[in-house]
């Protein structure tokens, strides 16, 4: 059974850069049957997808998002990672990284982490 | 973008009656190169992530109970539990994973009676 942990501090500042990472166990991360991607929700509010990317590299980023936001992978850590710069209050949410099966939909789910942004 | 409409946004049931949650979207969900319907269901219990309960329209995940059911084609979905439970209560979310950026509704929060 894949398990999804995200990583990464709880508090980032306004106009920095949130830097999240998300461990794969259970399952290949280099596995062509998946996407790895990160979706955020606000307290109370509703889900965002935020972008996903393939254990090759391709990327896929929410316009609302796209000139702010990079995701990376390294393949030999199990690992994933979300960059959000240029952070606002209105980046404040729970960020989760999530498997998504390919001409399926994404079905697993880290916990979440929750990120405020303050100073 | 897809725009995806649920109704009701809140869906107060007594335990053992049906439950029913309509998701609209703003244009078809059809793939039509691979003939496919991305629209999933997910469930969000408070503090807790959202399960996947329902992939491509009515495909059931394993270990989700048979009362729960997706029903639906192009643009308009639904799920349906044929008699709710208190383990039930939650928000749900219907998912299109066909246009890019793939989305969700709003959220339908269900409450026991």
């Known amino acids: 059974q894949v398990q999804l942990q995200e990583s990464g501090p709880g508090l980032v500042k306004p106009s920095e850069t949130l830097t999240l990472t998300c461990t794969v166990s259970?399952?290949?991360?280099?596995?062509?049957?998946?996407?790895w991607s990160w979706i955020r929700q606000p307290l109370g509010g509703a889900l965002e997808y935020i972008g996903y990317?393939?254990?090759?590299?391709?990327?896929h980023y929410n316009p609302s998002l796209e000139n702010r936001v990079s995701i990376s992978i390294d393949s030999s850590r199990s690992q994933y990672s979300l960059h959000l710069n240029s952070v606002t209050a209105a980046d404040t949410a729970v960020y989760y990284c999530?498997?998504?099966?390919?001409?399926?939909?994404?079905?697993?789910w880290g916990q979440g982490l929750l990120v405020a942004v303050s100073s | 973008d897809v725009v995806l409409n649920q109704s009701p946004l809140s869906l107060p049931v007594a335990p053992g009656y049906p439950a029913s949650i309509t998701c609209t979207a703003s244009?078809?969900?059809?793939?039509?190169?691979?003939?496919?319907?991305?629209l999933a269901w997910f469930h969000q219990r408070p503090g807790q992530s959202p399960r996947r309960l329902i992939y491509?329209?009515?495909n059931r995940d394993p270990g989700v109970p048979d009362r729960f059911s997706g029903s639906g084609s192009a643009s308009h979905f639904t799920l349906r539990i044929s008699r709710v439970e208190a383990e039930d209560v939650g928000i749900y979310y219907c998912?299109?994973?066909?246009?890019?950026?793939?989305?969700f509704g709003q959220g339908t929060k269900l409450e026991i009676k």
């Open positions: 998912m299109q994973g066909t246009h890019w950026p793939y989305n």
């Open positions: 491509k329209i009515f």
């Open positions: 999530v498997r998504g099966v390919n001409y399926v939909a994404v079905d697993h």
């Open positions: 244009q078809s969900l059809l793939n039509r190169a691979r003939g496919h319907t991305y």
């Open positions: 990317i393939y254990h090759s590299g391709p990327t």
């Open positions: 259970g399952d290949s991360i280099n596995s062509d049957d998946y996407y």
